[in-house]
């Protein structure tokens, strides 16, 4: 794999030998903290560096978990701390990068939805304690290494990602895929137009141009905040309406109907179950879930007539039950969400011991692509959750970002 033109040529010493070099992103997602270790090689001058490896761990919860006390929490072991994750991932990447090279090696944290949805206070004050974090670490810490990422980059290096791992954006004939990320707190869709309606009639904060491998791509692409896995069961439960939630139980016909359970998310605690008195099944779950989305996404005509790859949480409740292999992932269309929904949702008990929500979460994925995109039955969707053993996320985007922008290849 080449980084096309990612690194000019004149920045080769002539001569050099094969050359290592490294880049950590953290991942600050909403329902975990992950670090992407990766490792690049520069065999000459002459080529550019390939991308030779990565390595990925991650902890849960994710930072937003830890909004309430930033500095003691309410655990009782100190390991447990938003920070302490980080600095606990942050000893893998010295486990994996050699001691002669970690104070070349950037460390770069971007926080997405679960801290975009905190009080910015409680989101600066576990960013600063990340920070520091940092910077006791041998890494190179750049300016604004820690930070919450905007939306749309989010999407956009997501697809930077995918395209690259499936080299669309190198060479002849490229034919890029539009993504599909669906965390627990926001979803992305991201693609690049091939017609000019679809320019024309898309908002222009939709779209976004950005320069990659010495090309421009002007990509669409739009982060719906509120409208991850997570977040949609809050909005179904109806717990965003109410103020005080402490207390209340909060029903569904999505769920089994003797459920009665607690369920904490963003450091608040729920309670929720099912409709002990009333209906429970696909129908009525789909009139419920569906309001969540109706009307509320743009929808882009020309999707209708594409391809997308499909990640996170389309990805785990796809192999959750079985409609992909959990390791080779493979290709659904959006038909067969909604077919699983119905024979998960029609026959809650044989289903939802693994997770209650497991009826409620297929119910909402195939509302949300079908009445929140405009999807069609048949659009195809590629679930994929690594490519050549790389993970696909938008951090290897956003770390080809960095590299660029530092100029590091020595
Ligand atoms: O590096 C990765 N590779 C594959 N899946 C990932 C990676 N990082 C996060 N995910 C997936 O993202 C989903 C969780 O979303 P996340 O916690 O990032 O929420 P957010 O994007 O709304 O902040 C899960 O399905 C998790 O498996
Ligand atoms: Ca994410």
Redesign the pocket.
């Known amino acids: 794999m080449w980084f096309q033109g990612l690194f000019p040529s004149n920045m080769c010493p002539a001569n050099a030998s094969a050359y290592t070099f490294y880049g950590i992103m953290f991942?600050?997602?909403?329902?975990?903290t992950?670090i992407?270790i990766y490792t690049f090689v520069q065999k000459n001058p002459e080529q550019l560096p390939e991308l030779e490896g990565e390595i990925?761990e991650?902890v849960k919860p994710?930072l937003?978990a830890y909004a309430s006390e930033p500095k003691k929490g309410d655990y009782v072991n100190m390991k447990y701390q938003g920070a302490e994750t980080v600095r606990i991932l942050l000893e893998m990447a010295k486990e994996a990068v050699p001691p002669s090279h970690w104070k070349k090696t950037p460390v770069v944290l971007k926080?997405?939805?679960?801290?975009?949805l905190l009080s910015e206070q409680k989101a600066q004050a576990l960013l600063l304690e990340v920070r520091e974090v940092f910077e006791e670490s041998p890494f190179l810490v750049p300016d604004n290494s820690v930070s919450i990422m905007d939306g749309s980059y989010?999407g956009i290096l997501a697809w930077i990602t995918v395209n690259f791992l499936t080299g669309q954006l190198y060479g002849q004939n490229q034919q890029t895929v539009g993504t599909l990320?669906?965390?627990?707190?926001?979803?992305?869709i991201t693609f690049l137009p091939r017609f000019e309606e679809t320019l024309e009639q898309t908002p222009v904060d939709f779209l976004s141009s950005f320069e990659m491998f010495n090309s421009t791509y002007k990509l669409y692409t739009h982060s719906y905040l509120g409208f991850?896995?997570?977040?949609a069961r809050l909005a179904t439960l109806g717990a965003l309406e109410i103020k005080a939630v402490d207390g209340q139980m909060l029903r569904s016909s999505c769920l089994p109907k003797q459920l009665e359970a607690e369920w904490h998310f963003g450091g608040v605690k729920y309670q929720y179950g099912g409709n002990r008195e009333g209906e429970t099944g696909f129908e009525p779950c789909y009139a419920e879930v569906v309001k969540v989305v109706q009307g509320k996404l743009h929808q882009p005509d020309e999707i209708r007539r594409s391809s997308f790859y499909a990640?996170?949480?389309?990805?785990?409740?796809a192999a959750d039950t079985n409609m992909i292999d959990y390791e080779k992932g493979g290709v659904l269309e959006v038909r067969d969400f909604e077919r699983k929904a119905k024979e998960v949702c029609d026959n809650m008990d044989m289903y939802t011991s693994a997770s209650p929500f497991l009826c409620m979460d297929l119910t909402y994925i195939t509302a949300l692509l079908k009445e929140g995109f405009g999807f069609g039955d048949n659009t195809l969707l590629q679930l994929t959750?690594?490519v050549n053993n790389i993970?696909?996320?938008w951090?290897l985007g956003a770390t080809f970002h960095l590299l660029q922008s530092l100029g590091l290849t020595h």
């Open positions: 991942d600050a997602g909403s329902t975990g992950r992407h990925f991650s994710g937003s926080a997405t939805a679960g801290l975009r989010e990320d669906l965390g627990g707190a926001s979803t992305q991850g896995l997570k977040a990640f996170s949480y389309y990805y785990d409740r959750k690594k993970e696909t996320s951090a």
